[in-house]
Every structure is written in C-alpha cells, then in structure tokens.
C-alpha cells in the first residue's frame, strides 16, 4: 500500500498518514486495521485522530517533541513498543529486498509492472529464506 507519494518532506509539513477518502483503508484489507504504526515524521494530532476517527483502535506514532507525562506513558506501553519495532522490521526487510536482489530500479513499465517487479523480489527473497530455514545446520 502507498501512502507518501513525495519522499521530500520537512520538518514544518505534517504529512497526511491516511488517504482523505474514508474507504480507502477498509477495500485494500477488507477490514480497518487494528494498528497503524508510522514513525515520528508521521506524528500530527491530525493524523493521529484520523485513524482513529477511522476506526483503528491502536496509533503507533511516536511524538519526539512530547511534555506530556500522558503521552510519554503511552508510548512505554507494550503494544506501542511492539507496534514500532514491527514497523522497523517491516523497514528492514524491504530493505534487505531492495539490496538482496536489486529492486532499487523498476524495468518493468506502470504500476502493473513495478507491481510484478516487487513481487518477483519478495518472492525470490522468500526463496531464500525457506531455503536457509530448511538446509541442514553445522549444529545438527
């Protein structure tokens, strides 16, 4: 799923965390997520009640700039904590992908093709990674 089309943000933009039409969320995953997780350059009050406005029940974004005792107490929570490094997994998974097998340029056309390309990388990377999983070890 897309979210940001613009990777060039600065610190007085607040980037829109959810598309502004209502449905959007709900059609690609047939159901609103339990939890969204971002990270701080996602952080807005705005977006923040726009999730949950949308029904999600649990907001993952960490607010670096915080006074609040309430806030920062939400965010030693468990679920927060374990939303976040779900998120940095996610990161760096997408980036072994890109390294691993060289999806940092697109040779196929449109979205249909940049669609392929990624799922042919993550495909040959999963490949991999049941193949480490099921060679026999030195340990054995």
């Not at 005792?69 to 939303?83: D, H, I, S, T, V």
Request: charge should be positive; glycine fraction near 10%.
């Amino acid at each position: 799923m897309k979210i940001v089309n613009d990777k060039r943000i600065s610190k007085a933009q607040h980037v829109a965390l959810l598309p502004r039409h209502g449905g959007h969320l709900h059609s690609l995953l047939g159901r609103v997520p339990r939890l969204v997780a971002a990270d701080a350059a996602f952080y807005s009050a705005r977006n923040e009640a726009a999730a949950k406005a949308k029904g999600v029940k649990r907001v993952c974004i960490p607010n670096r700039s915080t006074k609040s005792l309430e806030r920062k107490r939400e965010q030693k929570k468990r679920w927060f904590r374990n939303g976040q490094k779900w998120r940095t997994g996610c990161e760096g998974r997408v980036s072994v992908v890109k390294r691993r097998h060289g999806l940092s340029r697109c040779r196929y056309k449109g979205s249909v093709g940049m669609d392929r390309w990624v799922g042919l990388g993550v495909i040959a990377d999963n490949l991999i990674n049941i193949g480490h999983a099921l060679a026999p070890s030195a340990e054995r």
